[in-house]
């Protein structure tokens, strides 16, 4: 139920970036982690849209993966053996595994987030 609120800031940043021009498109990059789901998103936004200049824009998704790094040496974790993996089981496997200095303390540094990357509006 938490895309209602975010579908709502998110609409909100996009006509205020817009300036009053119509959108014809959102593109959103949603994070493996983020436990945010794209067509809850639609859903919340045909709603919240409704008789602004955004109603009847598209939402493109784009999936950002999971990223790890080792706190100790600053490598980033090689995830790609797991991709087709939940975003739990692939942090107990890298965790498991360690990284390739021998250090155990990897940390989520990417793929968790929910972000507006860019607008389409109709030129005017």
Not at 7 to 13: K, S
Not at 29 to 50: A, C, K, N, T
Request: with cysteine.
């Amino acid at each position: 139920m938490h895309e209602a609120s975010i579908t709502e800031a998110m609409l909100d940043l996009a006509l205020e970036y817009a300036q009053g021009q119509r959108i014809t498109d959102i593109y959103l990059q949603v994070g493996r982690m983020s436990f945010v789901v794209p067509e809850s998103v639609g859903f919340y936004f045909e709603y919240l849209s409704r008789g602004t200049v955004a109603e009847g824009a598209t939402l493109h998704f784009e999936t950002a993966p999971l990223e790890m790094t080792c706190t100790d040496c600053g490598r980033q974790a090689d995830l790609s053996e797991w991709a087709d993996e939940q975003p739990r089981a692939m942090m107990v496997q890298a965790l498991a595994r360690g990284c390739q200095c021998g250090s155990s303390n990897l940390r989520v540094t990417g793929g968790t987030g929910f972000e507006m990357v860019s607008l389409g509006v109709e030129a005017q």
